[in-house]
């Protein structure tokens, strides 16, 4: 069965101290994996897409790497601005269909 | 602007009702998708559609319902079989094989 667990499930960090999210997938053939933030309230805000072991994208702060089984989402010098919810997603085949599964999340929240 | 619309923002409904959410895009994008968001939850899919005329059931489907009449517009029904209807839905698009763009979402209560 197609499943994404992320882990942990929440993190406090310290502005500063730099941590990692996990997400980890269980899919039969992985065609992208996909970085999302969402603040509350909010629809999710797109930060990258992964398509094979090896890849790593960049974005200020942020950087993630994905391997045959997992994928980290690292967080280097965290700002308050930083805390929100990252979810993982990954695109599974079914039946000739494509569908968007995606993980629970993990709540990052960053104190001064 | 090229984006995906969702409305209304805030919707309420009353016990035995039957609601729709309504998704739009234009983004000519052929996917696309309907999820549910609890509190402190991920994203749970309720159905999806890859082209017009066709969709079908994600994980929670049950009292849902949907129809892909048009590529721009996929709305979603909440009717009064889904027993427990409060929560966040985010409607999204995307092309084949790449990340998805998703609405603002809309904020569905049970008075």
């Known amino acids: 069965e197609d499943q994404v667990t992320q882990s942990p499930e929440a993190l406090r960090l310290q502005e500063g101290e730099s941590s990692s999210l996990n997400c980890s997938y269980t899919?039969?053939?992985?065609?992208?994996l996909f970085w999302y933030r969402q603040d509350p309230g909010k629809g999710p805000e797109f930060l990258f897409t992964?398509?094979?072991a090896g890849e790593e994208k960049e974005k200020e702060r942020l950087k993630a790497t994905l391997t045959k089984k997992e994928s980290f989402l690292h967080i280097t010098a965290p700002k308050p601005e930083d805390s929100a919810t990252y979810l993982c997603a990954v695109q599974a085949t079914s039946g000739g269909y494509n569908k968007l599964i995606f993980g629970a999340g993990t709540r990052l929240a960053v104190h001064p | 602007d090229g984006g995906i619309t969702q409305s209304p923002k805030y919707l309420f409904r009353k016990e035995g009702q039957n609601v729709t959410l309504s998704c739009e895009q234009n983004l000519n994008h052929d996917a696309m998708y309907w999820y549910r968001q609890d509190p402190g939850q991920g994203l749970r899919l309720i159905y999806y559609s890859q082209i017009v005329n066709d969709f079908q059931k994600g994980d929670i489907a049950e009292g849902y319902s949907v129809s892909r009449e048009k590529k721009e517009s996929f709305p979603l029904t909440v009717t009064s079989a889904q027993k427990n209807p409060t929560a966040f839905y985010l409607c999204?698009?995307?092309?084949?094989?790449?990340?998805?763009?998703f609405g603002q979402g809309t904020r569905l209560t049970v008075v």
């Open positions: 992964l398509y094979s």
């Open positions: 999204a698009s995307r092309p084949e094989g790449q990340r998805a763009f």
């Open positions: 899919v039969s053939g992985l065609r992208g």
